[in-house]
């Protein structure tokens, strides 16, 4: 009998905790429903955070959460652009190492990796710069490296920020070195609210007619920038998953 009573209030008490944990584990979800919320950080693996409502209404309001206040326009592009063009010096590299790695030396980098500025060039002289260079028969390595003296820079000393037209560039013509040359101007990125797009650039070429036609697109290309758009946060740190666009594009193409 003793045992039965025994089993009857452990039964009891049992059933009663079960209730308890399933009461408490339904009011953690509505706490969190109505209390938490979910706001973009990029700084993070998953690419968010969770935070109290207070924070997410904050953030809602343009607030810098880990900061605690909100960054000037022109700051928050600056800084995301920033974040852009070091990572993709960094992406650049790790795949040339993977690439000379497997595949050997002939798939090494032509030039040092990097940032170029020059000598001698503009914004406002570098198409005619140019043109005339290749009328004389110069290829673009002579022209970059040998006759405007590129030298290894940090661009983010550069970025030039247009809030009137929301765009940016540099304020000055700037090469970006890997496999071939990448002229970079003024207009390099089409500015959004929370993301810019990366503009049509102007690559190598020795057919000074393909370049102009290319420095057409990349003028009138205002509204519709976009080989790829970048997000950003409300800090400037920017949507980039290192490993996935690694993973993407280091295989060497034609080899």
């Not at 045992?3 to 008490?13: E, M, Q």
């Not at 570098?126 to 490296?145: A, C, P």
């Not at 990125?189 to 020795?206: M, R, S």
Request: hydrophobic residues 35%; proline residues 1%.
């Amino acid at each position: 009998m003793k045992d039965k009573l025994n089993h009857f209030i452990w039964f009891l008490w049992g059933t009663k905790t079960k209730k308890t944990l399933s009461l408490l584990a339904i009011s953690s979800i509505v706490l969190c429903a109505v209390f938490i919320r979910t706001i973009p950080n990029y700084t993070t693996q998953l690419g968010f955070e969770l935070v109290w409502l207070s924070d997410y209404l904050k953030y809602q309001s343009g607030y810098c959460i880990n900061e605690d206040r909100i960054l000037d326009k022109e700051e928050i592009y600056k800084k995301a652009i920033g974040q852009y063009l070091d990572k993709k010096l960094i992406l650049t590299c790790k795949i040339d190492e993977y690439r000379v790695y497997y595949y050997g030396s002939f798939w090494r980098s032509k030039y040092q990796i990097g940032y170029y500025e020059l000598e001698n060039i503009n914004l406002q002289n570098w198409m005619q710069t140019l043109e005339k260079y290749y009328r004389d028969g110069k290829t673009t390595e002579e022209i970059f490296i040998n006759e405007l003296k590129a030298k290894k820079t940090d661009p983010k000393k550069y970025i030039k920020i247009n809030l009137k037209d929301m765009s940016a560039g540099f304020d000055r013509p700037i090469i970006f070195g890997d496999y071939a040359f990448d002229l970079m101007l003024d207009y390099g990125f089409v500015l959004h609210q929370n993301f810019f797009g990366i503009n049509h650039g102007i690559l190598e070429t020795e057919n000074i007619n393909i370049m102009k036609e290319r420095e057409r697109v990349y003028y009138l290309n205002k509204k519709n920038s976009s080989l790829y758009t970048i997000k950003f946060d409300n800090c400037g740190n920017i949507d980039f998953d290192m490993y996935e666009k690694f993973l993407q594009a280091r295989e060497a193409q034609g080899g």
